[in-house]
């Protein structure tokens, strides 16, 4: 390792970047495509160049499809799924208004959170995490606190549950309010429609089921939401993510607003490329069908997943950590003998389960194959003490 000064105060390590071959089954990120890492390492274009603003369109059709939507607005914001969560409530929430929040795991808290930072009358419904809400229960909340937006999370990554939404979008509509849907661990490896089941605001990112890097996070309104944008009677307080400013640069004006990642949306282009490719029904059968093998595989290591099997997500597993095993030893020899990431528990369930992810590229079968055999191998060990 060659390491020197470059002035008084600074020394770099110069050698090459060297990273572990790892195998990302974790709650995100993924392993990305060969083939998107490819595009990627295109030459750089400007934000205005007439190729790239064509790129923008083909990203926008090819999101559009894999959401299955026709919202004119429907764009990647810079930045990773937070920001396109963040975009949501800035755009959708005036000072006042009743934001009524399904929490049940973590990322429901984030919305929370963050609908209080833009003024929102936050109303939270809960449930223990590694539950979800019935289409009654939602009624329920909807009566009590008519709220303008129902906020929900369709795949909680830090439980492993997915929200049914069939319906909500009917009892949204009843009750006058914009529905807006976390997508993040479900785009792209779990069966969604956001003009079906009627969704207002919908975000994303880069990283789970569409197989990119960090960097990216699709963002979708409908023209509900588009409405309410238009009907506000304040500024959007976030410049930065404010869709009146940014449809401009989208939409046919073309106006500058901030500088377009444009290698990483080469990236996602090519992931999105291979959505379409593969065909939504055959992806969301393909994450089926691996996650049905792993459940198939823990139970023959007497493992339990925590979820009950009708709620659990194809794209990320929580299974109960066994009496007299410590979860964070287990998963830093996975990483450090065997090279594969998985994720710990998280608020509720810290110490409690591990998370398996298998989204977008990562969902194979041999991926599947080499996490048992190392936890078998790892789990004997441990019993043999
Ligand atoms: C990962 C995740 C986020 C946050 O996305 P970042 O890319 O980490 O900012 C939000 N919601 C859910 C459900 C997630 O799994």
Redo the contacts with the bound molecule.
Sequence with gaps: MISFPIDDRHRINASQLDVPPRLLLG??PANVHPRVLAAMSLPTLGHLDPRYLELMDEIQTLLRYAWQTDNPMTISVS?????A?EATLANAVEPGDVVLVGVMGY?GH?LVDMASRYGADVQKLTKPWGEVFSLDELRHGLETHRPAILAL?H????TGARQPLEGVGELCREFNCLLLV?T??SLGGVPLSLDTWGIDLAYS?S??GLGCP?GL?PFSMSPRAWDKLQRRRSQVANWYLDMNLLSRYWGQERVYHHTASSNMNYGLREALRLVAEEGLESRWQRHQTNVEFLWQGLAELSLVCHVQEEFRLPTLTTVKVPEGIDSKAVARQLLTEYNIEIGLGLGELAGKVWRIGLMGYNSRRENIILLLEAIARILTKAKKG
């Design positions: 709650p995100g930045g990773t799924g937070s920001a969560m990322f984030r999370v795949a909680e990554t830090s976390d993040v661990t990112c990283q789970k960090p996070a």
